[in-house]
């Protein structure tokens, strides 16, 4: 992992790099991030468990998907994976998510809630 960008739909984005074996945010201000919390963010993204499968790519709006809070995680290697996730389901346990241009599924509101932070959040 080389960058995160976090875009809460309606807020300023928040951009983090990895500096050696440290994340430093970038915006909306320069301060180093609190590597623990990154971290949680990271592992939440990379252990989705529970999700099911809701719909298709082409019912994005039905979903909340068509002005979504966005994560992008830049890899190393150049190339990039993006969480979409759009509106609750209706008793609130849950969200709508898309990453990349898969299907729309429906995970745990915690996902979200630990990968959409703000800068605040995560500086150290």
Not at 16 to 45: C, H, I, M, R
Not at 72 to 90: D, I, W
């Amino acid at each position: 992992m080389a960058r995160i960008a976090i875009t809460p739909n309606g807020k300023p984005p928040v951009v983090l790099a990895k500096q050696g074996s440290d994340w430093q945010l970038e915006q909306p201000y320069a301060f180093k991030a609190d590597g623990p919390t990154v971290s949680s963010s990271l592992n939440s993204l990379g252990d989705i468990t529970g999700a099911k499968q809701v719909g298709k790519a082409v019912q994005a709006s039905t979903f909340g998907l068509d002005k979504p809070d966005t994560v992008e995680l830049g890899l190393s290697s150049g190339k990039s994976v993006t969480f979409r996730f759009g509106s609750a389901n209706p008793t609130g346990d849950n969200v709508y998510l898309q990453v990349g241009s898969g299907p729309i599924e429906m995970v745990s509101s915690d996902v979200k809630d630990s990968a959409v932070k703000s800068a605040f959040d995560l500086q150290d």
